[in-house]
């Protein structure tokens, strides 16, 4: 190779990604950027940008690898090339021929069949002085990499440190200007078996949400959070508090739907001995183990009348008394609410007291279903097979091109709890159905899914469909709009607003767009 061209396109390359530092750009676009830099530099077919969070490396950004990367974390101790290349400070070639299993085994994409192993070069970021991430590079040509590849990857990692570090302190001063006080967002919910898991998402429903998330999490407002079962409420929630001055004080969280209409208030305010057979002695409530931190009602909806008069006096004086007993005690509770009933109705028919519904509803925050969140069913069926494939003892646990399809086909009327569990099942079948033999790598296809096929496909045709004949691209293009936007007000029983949302368009821009397609009055 001509190293002195090849050093000249790393350096020029850099320089281009430090250069639109300044321009307003998504994270994602950026380090997506500095990947596709690398892949023009070096002869490589699929190249990552991972975080360092404790002994698990986070993908931030794949170019060349399964969408689905993004969803996966992967342990230094399950992975012993990833965790060769962090031993050493300087770049790692591992040639095919190492012996030691690659993670990406099965994603890199054009990877033909059951391919195991290629070559694959890795060098590890510093940020002053601490390990902050690996830079990985891979080729599915065997020697596609030589030592001058290596000297050249030390020189590129330097200058993508640069970019990096950029990046962040630019961030942080958005952050700032925007609220002094309010700390990065983590976005951390309940352990997993693989590592914490993340609110994570890339579509533009879940980057309103977040950017709603970054707005409420550093005030005290009260926040009703809602949404269709399975969607990730008390994520949100995690992920307000997190975000909060109270972040350092407990999350206490009372699920109203799992308890015993007696046990109620009890487990709200606490009792006293002998406030009821079986009280046997004092007991404080959730309310006075969250003091100084944040309480979550989850599904608040199901709470009886008589106790939801008892907890909008809490929230309007901070004072309550425990069940049997008539001293006071004062709490300083942020309360977070979540629910998948329409409260509102709730309201109407007398199940829910009105002026409690207005108190829990200063901020209300919606979590949108999994049907609207389009490619981030890929990148959570990612985390789910991660999971499974560590689970299972497998090398590599892969989607295959028509299980992406059927996936994206669905509507998850369960959202991301059906998701998790369906990728479950269907790793079993993969992994007892796949080829015997020492790779260990099990490939999911449509088959093991066993999804229920739709009684009304979508309407939006997939690229490898046959298109519509005799149309010009214009029409064919108002053809389909017309149907998108019919279908999705119809899924929202009329109600535009929603469907705007589900299209990611402002509802304004719907309207007027319906005008010109002739389904709204001019």
């Not at 959202?415 to 269907?426: C, F, P, T």
Request: proline share 6%; aromatic share 4%; net charge neutral.
């Amino acid at each position: 190779m001509n190293v002195d061209l090849t050093t000249s396109l790393a350096f020029s390359t850099v320089v281009r990604l430090v250069g639109n530092l300044p321009r307003e750009m998504a994270v994602d676009d950026r380090y997506r950027a500095l990947l596709e830099g690398l892949r023009a530099v070096f002869p490589c077919d699929a190249a990552a940008l991972l975080r360092l969070e404790g002994d698990t490396l986070r993908p931030l950004a794949v170019a060349g690898l399964a969408h689905d990367t993004l969803g996966r974390r992967f342990r230094l101790g399950d992975h012993p090339r990833l965790l060769a290349m962090m031993n050493r400070r300087g770049p790692t070639r591992l040639p095919c021929d190492c012996g030691l299993p690659d993670p990406y085994d099965g994603l890199v994409e054009g990877q033909p069949g059951q391919l195991e192993i290629h070559d694959c070069m890795g060098c590890p970021l510093y940020v002053e002085d601490r390990p902050w991430g690996l830079l990985t590079l891979d080729a599915l040509r065997p020697g596609a990499f030589d030592e001058s590849d290596a000297d050249l990857l030390q020189a590129f990692a330097t200058l993508a440190t640069a970019t990096v570090v950029a990046v962040e302190r630019l961030e942080r001063l958005a952050r700032r200007a925007e609220q002094d006080e309010q700390v990065a967002r983590l976005l951390i919910e309940a352990q997993g078996p693989n590592g914490p898991r993340t609110l994570a998402g890339h579509s533009a429903a879940m980057r309103r949400l977040q950017q709603e998330i970054d707005t409420v999490a550093g005030t005290d407002l009260t926040v009703l959070i809602t949404g269709e079962t399975g969607t990730g409420k008390e994520l949100v929630a995690q992920a307000i508090h997190t975000g909060s001055r109270r972040a350092a004080r407990p999350l206490i969280t009372l699920n109203c739907a799992a308890l015993p209409e007696h046990l109620v208030e009890s487990e709200l305010f606490g009792h006293v001995r002998g406030a009821f057979t079986g009280a046997v002695g004092e007991r404080r409530g959730r309310f006075e183990l969250a003091d100084g931190g944040t309480l979550l009602l989850d599904e608040v909806g199901e709470l009886p009348l008589e106790v939801q008069a008892k907890l909008l006096r809490v929230l309007q004086s901070g004072q309550l008394q425990r069940l049997g007993s008539d001293r006071e005690h004062r709490v300083d509770v942020r309360v977070l609410a979540a629910t998948n009933r329409d409260l509102a109705g709730e309201v109407r028919a007398g199940r829910f007291r009105a002026d409690l519904y207005h108190r829990l509803s200063v901020y209300p925050l919606h979590v949108p279903p999994l049907r609207e969140r389009g490619r981030d069913v890929l990148l959570l069926a990612g985390g789910f097979l991660e999971e499974n494939r560590a689970r299972l003892g497998l090398r590599g646990l892969r989607l295959a091109a028509d299980a992406q399809q059927a996936l994206l086909r669905q509507p998850w009327p369960g959202n991301v709890r059906e998701l998790e569990h369906l990728v479950s099942r269907a790793a079993v079948r993969a992994m007892a159905q796949q080829s015997p033999g020492p790779a260990r790598i099990a490939t999911l296809y449509a088959r093991h899914l066993d999804l229920v096929p739709l009684p009304n496909p979508p309407a939006l045709a997939l690229p490898d469909d046959e298109p519509p004949r005799g149309l010009t691209l214009r029409e064919a293009a108002d053809a389909l709009q017309r149907q998108m936007i019919e279908d999705a007000v119809a899924r929202h029983s009329g109600k535009r607003t929603a469907a705007a949302r589900e299209l990611g368009l402002d509802p304004a821009n719907l309207h007027r767009l319906m005008k010109r397609l002739g389904q709204a009055p001019a």
